[in-house]
């Protein structure tokens, strides 16, 4: 598991891209169109992710296999259910305290 993206929904993307490059300082690393926009941390060591998708903010981990991975952790809740991103897929998972938290995988990006 690698921490990749901190996820963080918004109504308003554009205004949510404005306060992480103006305010914040962070440069833009990747957009999706209007619905998503991308953010390096200073260090480089991760992203972060705002987005009008409507699932609840949490980290996100790459992993090698989603299939794989929620198979080998069967006892942890699927909060939000798979689906497909582009050349993988993501599923939301929830920890203890309700925290909830992602797995990705992208094998044919």
């Not at 619905?35 to 980290?59: K, N, Y």
């Not at 909060?79 to 992208?106: C, H, K, M, N, W």
């Amino acid at each position: 598991m690698k921490l990749t993206f901190l996820y963080y929904p918004t109504k308003d993307v554009a205004a949510a891209a404005a306060f992480h490059r103006d305010e914040l300082g962070l440069s833009e690393a990747w957009r999706d169109g209007t619905e998503t926009v991308v953010f390096w941390l200073p260090d480089g060591s991760a992203q972060i992710m705002v987005s009008t998708t409507d699932q609840p903010a949490g980290p996100m981990y790459l992993v090698d296999d989603v299939e794989a991975w929620l198979g080998a952790h069967p006892s942890v809740p699927v909060t939000v259910e798979r689906y497909g991103i582009p050349g993988g897929s993501v599923v939301g998972l929830t920890g203890p305290a309700d925290y909830v938290f992602y797995v990705f995988d992208q094998p044919d990006a």
